[in-house]
C-alpha cells in the first residue's frame, strides 16, 4: 500500500471510528501505540501521520513535531492555526531542555482602555506567533530539509481531508459568525452558506497558496512580505490592531524554563505565558498529602483545592524571583496547610488577571529514538478563534485582545494561557512527555495524569482514563467555591463519589461531555520494556503511531 492510499485510509478508518463511538476505549480507537524507535502522538489522525512519516524518512522529532503542527494546523482548523500561538518545550537528545514562545503578542497600537471588548473578530486579534515557533524549532533542532517537512500540510489542504464529527460539531457552532468574515465563510462554509457536516471533504486552496509563499521565503515571507502585507491591510482597515510594524518585530523568543519535583521525579515545564510553574505548584502542594491516607472523594477534593491555591499565581508570574517562589517547596507547604478537609471557612480563594474561557487548544507529543522530544501546544483560544480569515490566506486567527485578555495586559505583552508542555523525568531520563487542550483545564489534566501514573501506579492510557477534577471559578474575582467532576460514563466519578464530596461541603458541579476536561496527548517510556508507549485521551479525536508504522 502506498503512502498517499494509506493516508486516506488513517482519514477514512478516523471518520468512521469517531461517528461510531461517543466515548470508547483508548484501544477502542487506534489511541495507544508502542515502539522501541520513536512515537508521535496528536489531536487528529491526519497530524499524527504526517509526523510518523517524518521520523520513517529519517527525521528527529523536531522535524516530526513541525510537520504534525503543520499538519493540524490544515485539518484542524477550530482548536488551531499558524495564526495563532504556540509553546514548545523540546528536550535534546543529549539531555539538554529548551523552550520556544511563540505566544500571540498584544500590538503597541493597542489600548486596553478604549478598545472594544469584543469576543471575536478583527479588533481581538494579535500579532500572531505559532508560524515563528514552529519555525524556530525546525531551523534551530530539525535534521529534514523544510520541503518534507511542510508536505503534509499541503496536501491536506490541496487534496482535502475528511471533517471530523467534533470538528463538524464545532464548525456548526460558529457558523453564524464565521460568516460576517468574508475570508472565513469562503473558507469554512458551503456556497450555500451551510456549515460543512461530518465526512464532508475540505479543500483549502488558500491555505495552499500561504504555505507555499511560506515553504519559498521562510517566516520572513509570514511576518515581512506579501502575506505580512495582506494581514496588516485587512486587519487595519477592518478596525484591527496588527501593522506592519509589528508583525515585522515579532520573534519567537526564548522561554524561561521551570523546574521542580514530585515524590522523587523531577518535573520540567515552562513559566509565564504558559501555566508550567502552576502546574509544578500544584504537584508540590500534593506531595504534602499521602495518598494512601485518603479515599478517592477526599483525593479529589485535595486536588481541587491543590489547584485553586496555585492558579492564581499565574497573574503573578513574570520574574525570576516569582517563578522561584511559585515552584518552591517552602511555598508549597504553605499553600497545603491551607487546603481543608472537610470545608470549614470557605474554599480557598484568590484573584488573578485570566479569564477562564474554554479554549479549543490542540497538543502534540512526539519522541524519536534518540531521545529527542517535543511537546508543543498550540492553539487559537476559543473555537475558530476569532472567526476571521483575510482574504486569500486561509487561516484563521487567534483570539488575543478584547474580552480575551483581563485588565493589566499591556501593548507588547504576551496573553497568558493555562497552556502546560510538561515532561516528568527521572534521573534525568524521560518518564512522561504530557500536554493537553482544555483553557485553564489543561493545568489540572497534566496534573493529574501525573499523579494517577506516580500515586496511583497506573499506566499512562489507565492515567488519561481516570476521572478528573477541576476547581469550581466563581465570579470574575476567580473565587474557588466548589469541584467540578468529570461524570463521563465509562470514564468518570461514580454518584458515591460525588455525593461523598457533596458531604465534606463542596459544591459539586458534574460535567458529562467527553473531553471537557482537557483532551491530554501524552507519551511514557516503559524502561522495562523499553518502549515509548503513546496515548492520545480518550475524550480527544486523536491518535498515537509508532515508528516504524505496523499494520
Same mark, same amino acid.
Given at each position: 500500500?502506498?503512502?498517499?492510499? +494509506?493516508?486516506?485510509?488513517?482519514?477514512?478508518?478516523?471518520?468512521?471510528?469517531?461517528?461510531?463511538?461517543?466515548?470508547?476505549?483508548?484501544?477502542?480507537?487506534?489511541?495507544?501505540?508502542?515502539?522501541?524507535?520513536? &512515537? #508521535?502522538?496528536?489531536?487528529?489522525? %491526519?497530524?499524527?501521520?504526517?509526523?510518523?512519516? &517524518?521520523?520513517?524518512?529519517?527525521?528527529?522529532?523536531?522535524?516530526?513535531?513541525?510537520?504534525?503542527? =503543520?499538519?493540524?494546523?490544515? #485539518?484542524?482548523?477550530?482548536?488551531?492555526?499558524?495564526?495563532? !500561538?504556540?509553546?514548545?518545550?523540546?528536550?535534546?537528545?543529549?539531555?539538554?531542555?529548551?523552550?520556544?514562545?511563540?505566544?500571540?503578542?498584544?500590538?503597541?497600537?493597542?489600548?486596553?482602555?478604549?478598545?472594544?471588548?469584543?469576543?471575536?473578530?478583527?479588533?481581538?486579534?494579535?500579532?500572531?506567533?505559532? /508560524?515563528?515557533?514552529?519555525?524556530?524549532?525546525?531551523?534551530?533542532?530539525?535534521?529534514?530539509?523544510?520541503? $518534507?517537512?511542510?508536505?503534509?500540510?499541503?496536501?491536506?489542504?490541496?487534496?482535502?481531508?475528511?471533517?471530523?464529527?467534533?470538528?463538524?460539531?464545532?464548525?456548526?457552532?460558529?457558523?453564524?459568525?464565521?460568516?460576517?468574515?468574508?475570508?472565513?465563510?469562503?473558507?469554512?462554509?458551503?456556497?450555500?452558506?451551510?456549515?460543512?457536516?461530518?465526512?464532508?471533504? /475540505?479543500?483549502?486552496?488558500?491555505?495552499?497558496?500561504?504555505?507555499?509563499?511560506?515553504?519559498?521565503?521562510?517566516?520572513?515571507? =509570514?511576518?515581512?512580505?506579501?502575506?505580512?502585507?495582506? &494581514?496588516? !491591510?485587512?486587519?487595519?482597515?477592518?478596525?484591527?490592531?496588527? $501593522?506592519?510594524?509589528?508583525?515585522?518585530?515579532?520573534?519567537?523568543?526564548?522561554?524561561?524554563?521551570?523546574?521542580?519535583?514530585?515524590?522523587?521525579?523531577?518535573?520540567?515545564?515552562?513559566?509565564?505565558?504558559?501555566?508550567?510553574?502552576?502546574?509544578?505548584?500544584?504537584?508540590?502542594?500534593?506531595?504534602?498529602?499521602?495518598?494512601?491516607?485518603?479515599?478517592?472523594?477526599?483525593?479529589?477534593?485535595?486536588?481541587?483545592?491543590?489547584?485553586?491555591?496555585?492558579?492564581?499565581? %499565574?497573574?503573578?508570574?513574570?520574574?525570576?524571583?516569582?517563578?522561584?517562589?511559585?515552584?518552591?517547596?517552602?511555598?508549597?507547604?504553605?499553600?497545603?496547610?491551607?487546603?481543608? @478537609?472537610?470545608?470549614?471557612? *470557605?474554599?480557598?480563594?484568590?484573584?488573578?488577571?485570566?479569564?477562564?474561557?474554554?479554549?479549543?487548544?490542540?497538543?502534540?507529543?512526539?519522541?524519536?529514538?534518540?531521545?529527542?522530544?517535543?511537546? +508543543?501546544?498550540?492553539?487559537?483560544?476559543?473555537?475558530?478563534?476569532?472567526?476571521?480569515?483575510?482574504?486569500?490566506?486561509?487561516? @484563521?486567527?487567534?483570539?488575543?485582545? *478584547?474580552?480575551?485578555?483581563?485588565?493589566?495586559?499591556?501593548?507588547?505583552?504576551?496573553?497568558?494561557?493555562?497552556?502546560?508542555?510538561? +515532561?516528568?523525568?527521572?534521573?534525568?531520563?524521560?518518564?512522561?512527555?504530557?500536554?493537553?487542550?482544555?483553557? /485553564?483545564?489543561?493545568?489540572?489534566?497534566?496534573?493529574?495524569?501525573? &499523579?494517577? =501514573?506516580?500515586?496511583?501506579?497506573?499506566?499512562?492510557?489507565?492515567? /488519561?482514563?481516570?476521572?478528573?477534577?477541576?476547581?469550581?471559578?466563581? *465570579?470574575?474575582?476567580?473565587?474557588?467555591?466548589?469541584?467540578?467532576?468529570?461524570?463521563?460514563?465509562?470514564?468518570?466519578?461514580?454518584?458515591?463519589?460525588?455525593?461523598?464530596?457533596?458531604?465534606?461541603?463542596?459544591?459539586?458541579?458534574?460535567?458529562?461531555?467527553?473531553?471537557?476536561?482537557?483532551?491530554?496527548?501524552?507519551?511514557?517510556?516503559?524502561?522495562? !520494556?523499553?518502549?515509548?508507549?503513546?496515548?492520545?485521551?480518550?475524550?480527544?479525536?486523536?491518535?498515537? %503511531?509508532?515508528?516504524?508504522?505496523?499494520?
Amino acid at each position: 500500500m502506498n503512502r498517499m492510499n +494509506l493516508r486516506r485510509l488513517v482519514g477514512a478508518l478516523a471518520v468512521l471510528l469517531c461517528a461510531t463511538h461517543t466515548v470508547a476505549t483508548a484501544q477502542d480507537r487506534h489511541q495507544v501505540a508502542e515502539s522501541p524507535n520513536g &512515537m #508521535v502522538v496528536t489531536a487528529h489522525p %491526519l497530524a499524527t501521520y504526517a509526523g510518523q512519516q &517524518m521520523l520513517e524518512q529519517g527525521g528527529n522529532a523536531a522535524d516530526a513535531a513541525t510537520a504534525a503542527a =503543520f499538519a493540524v494546523a490544515v #485539518v484542524r482548523p477550530s482548536m488551531n492555526s499558524i495564526g495563532g !500561538r504556540n509553546q514548545i518545550l523540546v528536550r535534546l537528545a543529549s539531555g539538554e531542555i529548551h523552550g520556544i514562545d511563540g505566544t500571540t503578542q498584544v500590538p503597541l497600537t493597542y489600548d486596553p482602555a478604549t478598545a472594544p471588548r469584543a469576543s471575536y473578530g478583527y479588533a481581538t486579534i494579535g500579532t500572531p506567533g505559532a /508560524l515563528a515557533g514552529l519555525m524556530r524549532l525546525h531551523g534551530e533542532h530539525g535534521s529534514l530539509p523544510l520541503e $518534507t517537512v511542510m508536505s503534509p500540510a499541503l496536501d491536506y489542504a490541496e487534496n482535502g481531508f475528511r471533517l471530523l464529527p467534533g470538528q463538524a460539531r464545532f464548525h456548526s457552532s460558529s457558523a453564524e459568525r464565521i460568516a460576517e468574515s468574508n475570508g472565513a465563510r469562503d473558507v469554512y462554509l458551503k456556497d450555500d452558506g451551510t456549515p460543512y457536516g461530518a465526512g464532508d471533504l /475540505l479543500r483549502h486552496q488558500d491555505m495552499a497558496g500561504t504555505l507555499r509563499k511560506i515553504l519559498e521565503g521562510g517566516a520572513d515571507a =509570514f511576518y515581512h512580505g506579501e502575506i505580512a502585507e495582506a &494581514m496588516a !491591510r485587512d486587519i487595519e482597515a477592518n478596525g484591527g490592531f496588527v $501593522t506592519k510594524d509589528a508583525l515585522a518585530a515579532y520573534e519567537a523568543v526564548d522561554a524561561r524554563i521551570v523546574r521542580g519535583s514530585y515524590r522523587g521525579y523531577e518535573l520540567v515545564a515552562m513559566d509565564v505565558p504558559a501555566s508550567g510553574a502552576i502546574a509544578i505548584q500544584s504537584l508540590q502542594i500534593m506531595e504534602n498529602f499521602e495518598r494512601s491516607e485518603y479515599t478517592a472523594a477526599e483525593w479529589a477534593t485535595l486536588t481541587a483545592q491543590a489547584l485553586a491555591l496555585a492558579i492564581p499565581d %499565574l497573574a503573578r508570574l513574570g520574574s525570576d524571583s516569582a517563578a522561584h517562589r511559585a515552584t518552591s517547596k517552602d511555598w508549597a507547604a504553605q499553600q497545603a496547610a491551607r487546603v481543608q @478537609l472537610p470545608v470549614t471557612t *470557605g474554599a480557598p480563594s484568590g484573584s488573578m488577571m485570566l479569564e477562564d474561557h474554554e479554549s479549543f487548544t490542540t497538543h502534540l507529543s512526539v519522541a524519536d529514538d534518540e531521545g529527542m522530544i517535543v511537546s +508543543l501546544t498550540q492553539t487559537i483560544g476559543p473555537a475558530m478563534g476569532s472567526k476571521v480569515v483575510t482574504p486569500g490566506l486561509g487561516f @484563521l486567527y487567534a483570539v488575543t485582545l *478584547g474580552g480575551y485578555l483581563s485588565a493589566g495586559q499591556s501593548p507588547g505583552a504576551r496573553a497568558r494561557s493555562g497552556i502546560t508542555p510538561l +515532561l516528568v523525568l527521572r534521573d534525568g531520563e524521560p518518564v512522561l512527555v504530557l500536554g493537553a487542550a482544555g483553557g /485553564l483545564h489543561i493545568i489540572s489534566s497534566v496534573v493529574q495524569a501525573t &499523579m494517577r =501514573f506516580v500515586d496511583d501506579d497506573m499506566t499512562l492510557a489507565e492515567a /488519561l482514563a481516570a476521572p478528573r477534577v477541576h476547581p469550581v471559578i466563581a *465570579g470574575e474575582d476567580f473565587t474557588f467555591s466548589g469541584v467540578q467532576m468529570q461524570t463521563v460514563p465509562g470514564i468518570g466519578w461514580t454518584k458515591g463519589q460525588t455525593d461523598a464530596v457533596r458531604a465534606m461541603g463542596w459544591e459539586v458541579r458534574e460535567a458529562t461531555r467527553p473531553g471537557s476536561f482537557g483532551r491530554v496527548q501524552g507519551i511514557w517510556w516503559d524502561a522495562t !520494556r523499553n518502549v515509548w508507549i503513546g496515548v492520545s485521551d480518550p475524550g480527544s479525536e486523536g491518535t498515537a %503511531l509508532g515508528s516504524p508504522l505496523t499494520p
